[in-house]
């Protein structure tokens, strides 16, 4: 959702009305998961996508309609494997996609929601009563609900949304009867952070590389003419303290990645006792292996356990043989990504 909002927003101080589409639920193969969202409004335009290929097309054309009719579509698209690659789905498969009308009191809940960096769940009927249909509801972590469906769902639209932000995955949820319905329950988790300490040129280009990616962004480096707004004006927060102290003032939870770039030992180890224990799901430090040996005893030393070290990457990033700052900070991008999604032992 958040790679819309910035449409959405100036789409609706222009006065335009939008639907949204979102990825349901997809089989076989498709280039974007299950909650993908595309915006649309009127002329034809439209923000991000619900597939690679020309069943965008498609779906502009079902926002069209929904957009004049007030009435969401759930649409369905098939795709045998000699037309797969003209429609995005490259080895086949079909997806499903639900097109509604934006309602501005809903989106402007969620938009509070979605700024406070909290999961969340968003629960939508997709089929059951007529009434019922597209409305929508928001669970908390804490269990609470904003919003109501309606016509007996209530309740079980609320713990399906429930079920799904417990098991962290976004999933379509057959409701149980007596009602017959269905809903669809898309998990939000808060946007990633980057935690990079050190202002080096390498963390200029990584944290360009990050901010685009819809990552959070701290660098956090005490030495002020390395750490400040105005060589890193794209940062989301720049801070200028000793990074054991840094990273424990902006948090580090299980949506962080934390790239340790000085490559001095006064200003990386601190980081590196406060990243390790931490439930961060990446922690990288720059350096060769040489220095990795003398920088695992000294870690040692100082009461880490061989558990936490070895969470370790480091020499950080994937070797792709690059140079420059820019062709590093990719490398060291590219290995959060795989590990964020569970691709990293095997990129070791």
């Not at 200028?240 to 962080?256: F, Q």
Request: include cysteine; charge should be negative; aromatic fraction near 4%.
């Amino acid at each position: 959702m958040r790679d819309v909002l910035a449409d959405i927003d100036r789409w609706r101080a222009e006065g335009r009305p939008v639907a949204i589409a979102t990825v349901v639920e997809t089989w076989g193969s498709s280039p974007r998961r299950v909650g993908a969202k595309m915006a649309l409004t009127e002329g034809h335009r439209m923000a991000g996508s619900v597939s690679g290929g020309c069943v965008e097309g498609a779906v502009i054309e079902a926002g069209d309609a929904v957009l004049k009719s007030g009435r969401p579509r759930l649409l369905h698209f098939g795709v045998a494997d000699e037309t797969a690659w003209a429609v995005g789905l490259s080895c086949g498969g079909s997806i499903d996609v639900f097109v509604e009308p934006l309602e501005a009191d809903f989106y402007d809940a969620l938009r509070d929601r979605l700024a406070a960096e909290a999961p969340l769940a968003v629960a939508t009927v997709l089929s059951g009563p007529e009434p019922a249909v597209g409305r929508k509801l928001i669970v908390s972590e804490d269990g609470s609900a904003r919003g109501s469906i309606g016509s007996g769902l209530d309740e079980a639209v609320v713990a399906a949304a429930r079920a799904a932000l417990a098991q962290g995955r976004s999933q379509r949820s057959p409701l149980p009867e007596p009602v017959r319905a269905e809903a669809f329950v898309e998990v939000v988790r808060p946007s990633p952070t980057l935690v990079v300490v050190g202002g080096v040129h390498i963390a200029v280009a990584l944290t360009t590389i990050a901010k685009a990616m819809g990552y959070h962004t701290v660098v956090v480096d005490p030495r002020r003419p390395f750490g400040s707004g105005e060589r890193f004006p794209h940062a989301d927060r720049v801070v200028n303290a000793w990074p054991d102290e840094g990273i424990g003032e902006v948090g580090l939870t299980s949506d962080s990645a934390v790239a340790v770039l000085t490559h001095d030992p006064k200003v990386d180890d601190p980081a590196l006792r406060a990243a390790l224990p931490s439930p961060a799901f990446y922690v990288g430090a720059l350096g060769s292996k040489a220095t990795q040996a003398k920088r695992r005893q000294r870690l040692l030393d100082a009461g880490l356990t061989e558990e936490q070290i070895g969470r370790l990457r480091a020499p950080i990033g994937l070797d792709l043989g690059g140079r420059s700052p820019e062709e590093i900070a990719l490398a060291v991008m590219a290995q959060i990504v795989a590990v964020r999604y569970g691709r990293g032992d095997a990129l070791r």
